[in-house]
């Protein structure tokens, strides 16, 4: 290069490359999601503000905020997907956001997803079908009025019971139910796979009347950011009791719950004995429940199916020591 020719002005740098519509439609979609998980936090908070987090406003309009908010600001290729995956992402920041612990979102999971995939099918159907669209409208309003107000589809007072024919006598089923059990692990899978609380360990005996128990469950633990474990429990007395050679009655009332506060109002449980044949009994175990969560189509049969099983791990429980006594 000649040391004495005179050199031109720098050269512009390159421009950047115009964005493609992919990239767009990323940017959009990540804004969308972005809007709808702080929607969603903040409906959460006045909701639960206003005392409505266990009704279907909370349960089914939460996936509803998430689900439109990013289809009608982003406008994703796949409502569907879309909606899916941002209920996936709001779910797993609920825990140490809004304080919640592993049950509730378990069991709410379903719920979740299912309202975010029916409302990403209706607005996918929304131009070639309208009409179908708008009358999906009043259903909506429908499951998010449950719980306002006390309105409910469903009745919420409501019974789990199961019956077990136990090797052993009435007299040693009675022995059993006096003395304190001895608690193991839950072997339906539903009860397995759902983290409910177990009973660790019981105080209290006999089946007079004015009798009480007192059973310590596995601590509370939250998702939320160092939130510290809280201790979990349950007491009981016994406010009617027949008992005899053929069989028995017992019922005992709730006095006392930190266990199932959250999840339901437990009254009663109701146990009744009854011979049926040589060196057998027939027990059956009933829990009495108000459903303090919404909505009723949802929860009313996942309450219903887990009291069921609660029942019957109760009966096995203390027939395992009337079946040892009777061996």
């Known amino acids: 290069m000649d040391p004495y020719e005179v050199q031109g002005p720098p050269s512009d740098p390159e421009p950047s490359p115009p964005l493609t519509s992919r990239s767009r439609r990323a940017r959009l979609l990540l804004a969308g999601i972005a809007l709808a998980l702080f929607a969603a936090m903040l409906a959460a908070k006045l909701l639960d503000s206003a005392g409505v987090q266990q009704t ?3 349960y089914v309009g939460i996936p509803a905020v998430i689900a439109l908010t990013v289809i009608l600001t982003a406008r994703p290729r796949s409502a569907v997907g879309t909606a899916l995956a941002t209920t996936t992402v709001g779910l797993a920041l609920a825990g140490p956001l809004l304080d919640e612990g592993v049950v509730c979102l ?3 999971a379903p719920l979740f997803y299912g309202l975010a995939a029916l409302i990403g099918v209706v ?3 929304a131009k070639d079908r309208p009409r179908r669209t708008l009358a999906a409208a009043p259903l909506l309003l429908v499951l998010l009025a449950e719980g306002v107000g006390g309105f409910s589809l469903l009745p919420r007072d409501d019974a789990g019971t199961a019956t077990v024919v136990v090797q052993a006598t009435p007299e040693e089923v009675a022995a059993a139910l006096a003395a304190p059990p001895e608690y193991g692990d839950f072997e339906a899978p539903f009860l397995r796979a759902v983290p409910f609380p177990e009973p660790v360990s019981a105080t209290g005996a006999g089946l007079a009347v004015g009798d009480e128990r007192h059973v310590t469950f596995t601590p509370r633990r939250s998702l939320g950011i160092d939130a510290p474990t ?15 050679d053929a069989g028995g009655h017992l019922r005992l009332d709730v ?3 930190t266990t199932l506060a959250r999840w339901m109002d437990l ?3 109701d146990v009744t004995w009854v011979a049926a044949g040589p060196g057998r009994t027939r027990v059956a175990w009933t829990l009495e429940y108000t459903r303090t969560f919404d909505p009723s189509w949802y929860f009313g049969p996942i309450q219903h199916y887990a009291t069921g099983l609660a029942s019957e791990y109760l009966i096995e429980t203390f027939a395992a020591p009337a079946e040892r006594a009777a061996r």
Do not use: E, K, W
């Open 267 to 269: 009254h009663a449980a």
């Open 56 to 58: 279907a406003l909370f």
């Open 106 to 108: 378990v069991i709410a």
């Open 230 to 244: 809280t201790p979990r429990s349950m007491s009981l007395r016994v406010v009617r009791s027949q008992v005899s």
């Open 123 to 125: 607005v996918n159907n």
């Open 255 to 257: 006095t006392a719950d």
